[in-house]
């Protein structure tokens, strides 16, 4: 059709940077930390650690290096990357009934979609680079108190909401358990970030929402 959808034009946008970063295109300092520390393998880097992953997903699925200064005067390699990617979520995405009747070829399947619901998935994901639903977000939140909304009397956080409100003990708990079970520290940084602990994360995230929505 000639167009991405917004996460994707996002993404396309993100990975020209993290391209542009790698070859040089950035303060020295930034580039040291890409070729020397490797920033982009490490979780304190969130960005350029998603970037390099979903750049890493896209050459595996495309078999096409992106990974180039190419893509900065021409990025179709990397648009053309995109929509393949897009193609097959959507050949096995259990959700579009009625695309899939005008394609009955696009069968389903038990693929991983990533999470619960592309909303839990959106709210983590804001969390996780600074712009989350949580009051403490004052471009969303510019007329209310930026306390927890259940009434806790303290600043809603990132920290507060995953790891000391009771009003969300029993996700908080269920995320611990998964922790656990996969042999990783309980922390901001693994909530937000490791896959298997993410769908639980959405869970508490959507219940924040929930609460919202009562109010
Ligand atoms: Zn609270």
Same mark, same amino acid.
């Given at each position: 059709m000639g167009w991405l959808p917004l996460d994707y034009l996002l993404a396309m946008h993100g990975i020209k940077w993290f391209v542009k970063c790698w070859f040089g295109y950035c303060g020295d300092h930034l580039r040291e930390r890409l070729h020397?520390?490797?920033?982009? /393998?490490?979780?304190?880097n969130i960005f350029f650690r998603r970037s390099y992953e979903f750049i890493h997903h896209l050459e595996i699925t495309t078999g096409v290096t992106l990974i180039t200064e190419h893509i900065l005067q021409d990025d179709s390699a990397l648009r053309d990357s995109l929509f393949m990617d897009l193609t097959e979520f959507w050949r096995q995405h259990h959700g579009p009934e009625i695309t899939r009747e005008l394609y009955p070829d696009w069968r389903e399947s038990n693929r991983e979609i990533g999470g619960h619901c592309r909303y839990g998935r959106s709210l983590v994901n804001g969390a996780a680079c600074g712009y989350s639903i949580l009051r403490t977000n004052r471009l969303m939140f510019r007329h209310v108190a930026d306390s927890c909304r259940r009434g806790c009397g303290v600043r809603e956080t990132v920290d507060h909401v995953l /790891?000391? %409100?009771? %009003?969300?003990s029993e996700q908080r708990a269920r995320i611990a358990s998964v922790c656990k079970r996969v042999n990783i520290e309980f922390s901001v940084d693994t909530a937000l970030c490791h896959p298997q602990v993410l769908p639980e994360t959405e869970t508490l995230f959507l219940s924040v929402i929930a609460e919202n929505y009562r109010i």
């Open positions: 020397r520390d490797n920033i982009h /393998l490490t979780w304190n /790891l000391v %409100c009771p %009003c969300y």
